[in-house]
């Protein structure tokens, strides 16, 4: 098919309540969608980026710019685009996997609706369902976080994970635990807020029997992450460390890590996602589906992607009011701790235009 032009739409969305994390707080959600027309007919792409460079050194403004001035005008020169050419039609652009997994999912989009197949049945889906675990913020008070992870165990969610730093980490998990008992999977997620000096601190988590602890050191220091294994009992889950396939192959080698949080956005796109699933599976490893606060478009592809194989723990893939009272879409709704994969051609789902028309804040056409 030929890509004809790529509409960029800038997004605002509010929380429901503010989303607090080791490297900042959230009140608002901006990100960049992409509608990419093609012969064959469009596709929604979405930038997991954020707007500032704090999770990745990725935010929207760059994405925008990188896309614009770049990656789009390499697109609409091919004469024969897939979804499967676009990364390697872009690999002479060195980084920027979020922009590059946006447009991947815009063009992947197009091509499964015009072929009549759902992103789950592409990616080699084997659910029609997926289990939802849910991230809980850093808190002002403890008794507050028992209240939030009260309602979310009360709405079904299957898994709680608790934001993590420096100050906030044992007694919460220990006030969890005593709350709400040793039988709900409970993990934590550091977003790189420790290092090797803290390993003392991290193994008084151990007695909690975690499911896991999620990129507890910086993204660059998988080294770090294989000693900081040999201390604590707690497996250690990696999340920006995991930049591709490869990067997560040498990671298992390395005894870094023995679960992997994959996320699309992070690694360059869906398909290189699934790649990153193999290596895992080969490997023994087990993955979940972590979340970036997507809209029901990215939600869907997230949902899809859950419901490979080798995911086998409980995802990010909450609900749609877990962040926003109104969705772009229609919203994905939890039931039974679950949510539907979609079916339908493409994500299987699309924006509602009157509700995509109030959270936009500005949109271009990129045409050759």
Known sequence: MKLTGVELLRVRMPLVAPFRTSFGTQAERELLLLRAVTSEGEGWGECGAMVDPLYSSEYVDGVEHVLRTFLVPALLAADDLTANKVAPLL????????????????????????????????????????????????????????????????????????????????????????RFGDDILLQVDANTAYTLSDVPQLQRLDPFELLLIEQPLEEEDVLGHAELAKHIRTPICLDESVVSARSAADAIKLGACRIVNIKPSRVGGYLEARRVHDVCAAHGVPV?????????????????????????????????????????????????????????????????????????????????
């Open 288 to 368: 979940w589906c972590g979340g970036m606060i997507e809209t029901g478009l990215g939600r869907a592809a997230n949902v899809a992607l859950a419901s490979l194989p080798g995911f086998t723990l409980p995802g990010d893939t909450s609900a749609s009011d877990r962040f926003y009272t109104s969705d772009i879409t229609e919203p994905f709704v939890l039931e039974g701790g679950r949510l539907p994969v979609p079916s339908g051609p493409g994500l299987g789902v699309t924006p509602i235009p009157e509700r995509l028309a109030e959270v936009t804040t500005a949109k271009s056409w990129l045409t050759s």
């Open 91 to 178: 690999a002479k652009f060195k980084g920027h996997r979020m922009a590059k997994a946006a447009l991947e999912m815009a063009v992947l989009d197009a091509e499964l609706r015009a072929h009549g197949m759902s992103f789950a049945t592409a990616l080699g889906s084997t659910k029609d369902s997926v289990p939802c675990g849910v991230s809980v913020g850093i808190m002002e008070t403890i008794p507050h976080l028992l209240d939030v992870v009260g309602g979310y165990l009360d709405a079904g969610y299957v898994r709680i994970k608790l934001k993590i730093e420096p100050g906030w980490d044992v007694e919460p998990v220990r006030a969890v635990r005593e």
